[in-house]
């Protein structure tokens, strides 16, 4: 009955910590959402060449990778990402897992062994550990979260950064572009 109450518990804080960073990201990236478009008659004089338009939503991608890791990083055309954040992510939680279930086994332990004081405070210490490290990796999973949405919205501004030759001397050139309101 103790696990069901220790996994409510940690979905309840994983429910938390997953709107905290949705809300965050949300006023972050707010005046994307909301920003008026300037069209290209009122900005622009007809002797421009072009209007800049960017071809990926860096909002888009922060909601795609805050609902499914790795889904900002398809839409951005990193496909070589999503099995890094994925095998990150998995192996953090697989982590998580273990530890907590070892953290499970030495409490029985230590509530079986209450009388024994030698044992007692053993396995006092190795569930105090246990316990430890597993929320230090609910810590990494958080962080890893946090880093693939961030990671989306950095490719999603980048996506149309490119870096080419320079036709005249032959040697690499920074080209950006600056998105038009």
């Known amino acids: 009955m103790t696990n069901w109450k220790d996994y409510l518990k940690c979905s309840r804080l994983s429910i938390k910590i997953i709107i905290s960073v949705l809300l965050i990201i949300f006023l972050v990236t707010g005046n994307d959402l909301y920003s008026q478009n300037i ?3 009122s900005s ?3 002797t421009s060449d072009s209007v ?6 860096p909002t888009g991608a922060i909601l795609r990778s805050a609902v499914l890791p790795g889904w900002g990083q398809f839409y951005n055309e990193s496909y070589w990402k999503i099995p890094v954040v994925w095998g990150s992510l998995g192996y953090l939680v697989y982590v998580w897992i273990h530890n907590n279930n070892l953290y499970n086994e030495y409490k029985d332990l230590y509530a079986e062994t209450v009388s024994n004081n030698n044992a007692s405070n053993t396995y006092l210490r190795i569930r ?6 597993r929320d230090l990796f609910a810590v990494y999973i958080g ?3 946090v880093l693939n949405v ?3 919205y950095v490719d999603a501004h980048m996506f149309d950064f490119s870096v080419s030759e ?3 001397t032959g040697s690499p050139q920074l080209n950006f572009r600056i998105p038009i309101r």
Do not use: G, I, T, W
């Not at 105090?128 to 490290?133: A, K, L, M, T």
């Open 44 to 46: 622009r004089s007809s």
């Open 128 to 133: 105090e550990f246990y316990r430890d490290q």
């Open 150 to 152: 961030l990671d989306a």
């Open 39 to 41: 069209s290209e008659d």
């Open 143 to 145: 962080l890893a979260y």
């Open 166 to 168: 320079n036709p005249a």
């Open 52 to 57: 800049f338009v960017m071809q990926k939503s």
